[in-house]
């Protein structure tokens, strides 16, 4: 982080941009007294997969205007309530890029990862083992892997003046005119060292990746600049608002609370989203084989090494309700909340569970599979993907304390499964552990946070999660419910 700067006002406000696989929104965060922090979201826009040409994409313009949109709304805000927009920081989903060249266009659309190709011929012509590869960059070889992926559809053997930015690099370009990146959404892409934020030639030169065309790596909490006068005028905002290089990787911004070298290896981390990640925040990686036969990425958080598993998350019920036409999902969770636990469970982190299309059958194919009938329609559908996604977390958890050898003394759960009362009370069941749920908005909050201390506001993000009241955390002692009983006959 940045050391304070000097004579700074007193009413700052700071704007995340959080762009979710789902939604992206804009929030306006702003001290509030002896309150601590408050958080407002100003404005929220629809994010999907669409297809263009038989490939999957993301529509990053209509993202873009709509963050534009957002960046107006919560500098209006700001005007009315005597706060100056002092920050903007950005965060994203991982592993996606595009290429700008010389003359600063950007290659659009920006394909999704989830029309990752079939990875296998790139890793069966890779000159490094998948070891060697696993202790070099700490992640584990998945389809969606920017290096797999560059080297499977595209060509960057030779730069040619091409530059790749990550989705929230794209963002801040746009923004400011400034390429580069940060360590967080930079590790996602397995052509980061896992021991220190840098590229290696020997991992990019292994699946033909020009080192030339990668960004310069700057550190989280960083100063990128002010706005251009593009942006200013699409925003209504100053050339006094500054652009901070945050956590890029939502994930690392929904952890910026987690510093190990602050707090030990204190409780398990599951950030439970679009995608699940459980783990826990290291000061150093761990590229044991062990670790790799486990499935564990070791990414950059924004402090410290955050050891993750990669899991499908509420990705099955959000395809699920978008197939069924959007119902009323908080009627659908009620119906499930008092129902035990069914230990008949299936993978969520299936390969058929991973593109997109109808989940339904999916869903109660693997079931049928692992023996559990789905009688009750939807309501049943829903009961076995959250006893399914529990069961998947308490896997993790006991994975993790397998690794690092260290018996936390809590789970916390944040991002938008927080809010799922029964996947909250079966993880606390399932693990023995007592369970802390919240917040919702971490990523937003984390990329907040990491303004508000890179500004001076604060001297470590965490101080900004410490504030929250109780209306964005939950506690879920181990004894409150019991959910879990006997096996099914």
Not at 136 to 146: E, Q, V, Y
Not at 149 to 155: H, Q
Request: with cysteine; glycine share 10%.
């Amino acid at each position: 982080m940045q050391a304070p700067s000097a004579a700074l006002p007193e009413r700052r406000a700071y704007a995340a941009v959080d762009l979710g696989a789902s939604s992206g929104r804009v929030v306006l965060g702003v001290p509030d007294g002896d309150a601590g922090w408050r958080f407002t979201e100003v404005h929220r826009f629809a994010n999907e997969v669409s297809e263009m040409e038989g490939v999957d994409v993301w529509d990053v313009e209509h993202l873009y205007a709509e963050t534009l949109v957002g960046l107006r709304r919560a500098g209006a805000t700001c005007e009315s309530e005597g706060y100056r927009l002092a920050g903007i920081g950005v965060d994203s989903w991982g592993v996606d890029w595009t290429l700008v060249d010389a003359d600063g266009r950007a290659e659009l659309p920006v394909r999704s990862y989830r029309g990752a190709p079939d990875p296998a011929p790139v890793v069966a012509g890779r000159p490094l083992s998948v070891e060697s590869v696993y202790a070099l960059s700490g992640i584990p070889d998945h389809a969606i892997n920017t290096a797999l992926r560059l080297s499977a559809e595209s060509t960057l053997g030779t730069a040619d003046g091409r530059t790749l930015l990550f989705v929230p690099d794209l963002w801040v370009y746009w923004l400011t005119g400034k390429t580069g990146t940060d360590p967080t959404i930079a590790s996602t892409s397995q052509l980061l060292r896992a021991d220190t934020p840098a590229f290696t030639p020997e991992l990019s030169s292994a699946v033909g990746v020009s080192n030339d065309a990668l960004p310069r790596v700057h550190a989280v909490g960083s100063v990128v600049g002010p706005l251009t006068s593009e942006a200013r005028s699409a925003t209504g905002l100053g050339a006094e608002v500054t652009v901070f290089r945050c956590a890029g990787h939502d994930t690392a911004a929904a952890f910026a609370f987690a510093d190990p070298s602050r707090d030990g290896v204190a409780e398990v981390l599951i950030s439970s989203g679009t995608w699940s990640l459980v783990g826990a925040a290291l000061a150093a990686p761990l590229t044991t084989e062990e670790a790799r036969l486990r499935g564990f990425s070791n990414e950059h958080g924004a402090t410290g090494t955050l050891l993750l598993q990669n899991q499908t998350g509420l990705w099955i019920l959000q395809e699920c309700l978008r197939e069924w036409g959007s119902p009323d999902l908080a009627s659908l969770l009620e119906s499930v909340q008092r129902l035990p636990f069914d230990p008949r469970t299936f993978t969520t982190s299936a390969p058929e569970l991973f593109g997109t299309g109808p989940m339904e059958t999916r869903v109660r194919a693997l079931c049928i599979a692992a023996g559990r009938a789905l009688p009750n329609g939807r309501v049943s559908v829903v009961h076995a993907i959250i006893d399914s996604l529990a069961a998947a977390y308490a896997s993790g958890v006991r994975d993790t304390v397998a690794l690092t050898g260290v018996q936390p003394a809590r789970i916390r759960i944040v991002g938008g499964g927080s809010r799922n009362d029964r996947l909250c009370r079966l993880t606390a069941e399932l693990t023995g552990l007592p369970v802390i749920a919240g917040p919702a908005e971490a990523t937003a909050i984390g990329t907040v946070a990491i303004q508000a201390a890179a500004d001076g506001a604060v001297s470590h993000p965490a101080e900004v999660f410490d504030a929250l009241d109780d209306a964005h955390v939950r506690h879920y002692p181990t004894t409150d419910t019991a959910l879990v009983k006997e096996t099914p006959a």
